[in-house]
């Protein structure tokens, strides 16, 4: 490698989705395997790497960089880690390159992820890195040639090319002037692999005679003016934010309900609209777009004042009404309170008459019930007496008779069963006879 003329090198960068074949071709073209290569679409190159060899002649030299599109990364990942390799890539070649060799699969529809990976690449090289610089390396030439409907038609790949309606597809080739290399990195066939090297090395070298190398200083000055974009881009969406805002709030402060609940979403309101007019002074002093609409703003807090206005105005104007209401209602509950208690008041006295009727009643009952139960025991006393009078004479009588035992003791046994006095005297006599 001591013979390698570095300063006469033609120096190529490789670029492209992960998973096109970049890293193989770039393999090919160095005739040995210095890149790592991936089957799919996880990029195995992290970062920048280079090689150099010798062809007919020509010195060559390599750089290849992460592929775009790893389904480990998003967009943004994709993007910064590529950023951060092309800046390697351009230290390591600080004179710039001859070309950029932009590879592609034959099988792959060029789709809107291949207009993503466009974007972002002329967002990291410049809008016209393809016209300038750019060839189309397409893998998978393999394919190409066993594809049973270009095998039957016997279409060449420069015929196959012409041929395409593809119209991103035709866009991009129209940009690089149809500078396009079919590629089989698969084939074995020496003269095959010279062949496909020996038409790039051509189109190289036609750009070489340009004299229009990619340099560091584009690099550069596409970074500059991807910072001013981004500058632009976010003074747009900082302007977007501010009039999306100041229209979602109009309408919550044009159809807020006048009463305390919207009174209440008003407040709520007001502070999501001072914290707008912070975000809108704040974005204003590096933007003079915001600054112009700044006065979208402060017609909003004009507006939200008068409807809060309004809205207080209603809420004093039916307070008046409510207390008027509340007096009423409280005169006529007054009323029926005062009515109540005169109706109870009756109700009671009412109630107190009966009760003393229904008592003077009982007492009346009670006073009969006793007269007669006295009645009732002067009859049985007086009874009583008559039958005691009744055998006082017997007995006398038969005191004075000889059988006086024999006839005195029936009488006090009918008498004992008639009179419980009578059967004291009966024992009595008894006890006095023996």
Same mark, same amino acid.
């Given at each position: 490698?001591?013979?390698?003329?570095?300063?006469?090198?033609?120096?190529?960068?490789?670029?492209?989705?992960?998973?096109?074949?970049?890293?193989?071709?770039?393999?090919?073209?160095?005739?040995?395997?210095?890149?790592e290569m991936s089957?799919?679409?996880?990029?195995?190159?992290?970062?920048?790497?280079?090689?150099?060899?010798?062809?007919?002649?020509?010195?060559?030299?390599?750089?290849d960089c992460p592929?775009?599109?790893?389904?480990?990364?998003?967009?943004?990942?994709?993007?910064?880690?590529?950023?951060?390799?092309?800046?390697?890539?351009?230290?390591?070649?600080?004179?710039?390159?001859?070309?950029?060799?932009?590879?592609?699969?034959?099988?792959?529809?060029?789709?809107?992820?291949?207009?993503?990976?466009?974007?972002?690449?002329?967002?990291?090289?410049?809008?016209?890195?393809?016209?300038?610089?750019?060839?189309?390396?397409?893998?998978?030439?393999?394919?190409?040639?066993?594809?049973?409907?270009?095998?039957?038609?016997?279409?060449?790949?420069?015929?196959?090319?012409?041929?395409?309606?593809?119209?991103?597809?035709?866009?991009?080739?129209?940009?690089?002037?149809?500078?396009?290399?079919?590629?089989?990195?698969?084939?074995?066939?020496?003269?095959?692999?010279?062949?496909?090297?020996?038409?790039?090395?051509?189109?190289?070298?036609?750009?070489?005679?340009k004299g229009q190398?990619?340099?560091?200083?584009?690099?550069?000055?596409?970074?500059?003016?991807?910072?001013?974009?981004?500058?632009?881009?976010?003074?747009?969406?900082?302007?977007?934010?501010?009039?999306?805002?100041?229209?979602?709030?109009?309408?919550?402060?044009?159809?807020?309900?006048?009463?305390?609940?919207?009174?209440?979403?008003?407040?709520?309101?007001?502070?999501?609209?001072?914290?707008?007019?912070?975000?809108?002074?704040?974005?204003?002093?590096?933007?003079?777009?915001?600054?112009?609409?700044?006065?979208?703003?402060?017609?909003?807090?004009?507006?939200?004042?008068?409807?809060?206005?309004?809205?207080?105005?209603?809420?004093?104007?039916?307070?008046?009404?409510?207390?008027?209401?509340?007096?009423?209602?409280?005169?006529?509950?007054?009323?029926?309170?005062?009515?109540?208690? &005169? !109706? +109870?008041? @009756? /109700?009671?006295?009412?109630?107190?008459?009966?009760?003393?009727?229904?008592? #003077? %009643?009982?007492?009346? $009952?009670? &006073? !009969? +019930?006793? @007269? /007669?139960?006295?009645?009732?025991?002067?009859?049985?006393?007086?009874?009583? #007496? %008559?039958?005691?009078? $009744?055998?006082?004479?017997?007995?006398?009588?038969?005191?004075?008779?000889?059988?006086?035992?024999?006839?005195?003791?029936?009488?006090?046994?009918?008498?004992?069963?008639?009179?419980?006095?009578?059967?004291?005297?009966?024992?009595?006599?008894?006890?006095?006879?023996?």
């Amino acid at each position: 490698m001591s013979s390698f003329d570095f300063d006469n090198a033609l120096d190529m960068l490789l670029i492209g989705r992960s998973g096109g074949g970049k890293s193989a071709a770039g393999n090919t073209i160095l005739g040995r395997e210095t890149f790592e290569m991936s089957p799919d679409v996880q990029s195995m190159t992290e970062k920048a790497a280079f090689d150099f060899c010798e062809f007919e002649g020509n010195h060559l030299k390599i750089v290849d960089c992460p592929g775009l599109g790893d389904t480990r990364l998003n967009y943004k990942e994709d993007e910064t880690q590529l950023a951060t390799a092309l800046h390697v890539a351009m230290a390591y070649n600080p004179k710039g390159y001859h070309a950029i060799l932009y590879v592609i699969k034959f099988e792959d529809k060029f789709t809107n992820v291949d207009e993503k990976t466009l974007s972002i690449l002329k967002g990291l090289l410049g809008e016209h890195f393809i016209k300038n610089h750019c060839i189309l390396i397409m893998t998978r030439g393999d394919c190409f040639e066993t594809n049973p409907t270009i095998k039957k038609s016997k279409l060449s790949f420069d015929e196959w090319i012409q041929r395409q309606t593809n119209e991103n597809f035709r866009t991009l080739l129209e940009e690089c002037q149809h500078r396009v290399v079919l590629f089989d990195n698969r084939t074995e066939d020496p003269e095959k692999r010279k062949s496909q090297k020996r038409k790039l090395v051509q189109f190289v070298r036609g750009l070489a005679c340009k004299g229009q190398r990619y340099t560091n200083e584009d690099f550069i000055k596409v970074k500059k003016m991807r910072k001013e974009l981004i500058k632009s881009k976010n003074n747009e969406q900082e302007l977007q934010v501010i009039v999306d805002q100041v229209g979602i709030y109009s309408s919550k402060v044009a159809n807020a309900s006048c009463d305390k609940e919207g009174a209440r979403a008003l407040e709520m309101v007001s502070k999501e609209i001072d914290n707008l007019y912070s975000y809108a002074k704040n974005a204003s002093m590096n933007n003079k777009m915001i600054s112009k609409q700044m006065g979208l703003v402060l017609d909003l807090q004009e507006a939200l004042q008068k409807k809060q206005k309004q809205i207080g105005n209603i809420l004093d104007s039916n307070n008046d009404v409510l207390k008027e209401k509340i007096a009423k209602l409280e005169y006529e509950l007054a009323k029926s309170q005062q009515f109540q208690t &005169q !109706k +109870l008041s @009756r /109700e009671d006295s009412n109630s107190i008459k009966e009760k003393e009727q229904e008592l #003077k %009643k009982r007492e009346s $009952e009670i &006073q !009969k +019930l006793e @007269r /007669e139960s006295i009645i009732l025991r002067e009859k049985e006393m007086a009874d009583t #007496k %008559k039958k005691l009078d $009744e055998l006082e004479s017997r007995y006398l009588q038969a005191k004075k008779s000889e059988s006086s035992k024999s006839l005195i003791e029936p009488i006090l046994d009918y008498a004992a069963s008639v009179l419980p006095v009578a059967g004291v005297v009966s024992g009595i006599y008894k006890w006095w006879t023996k």
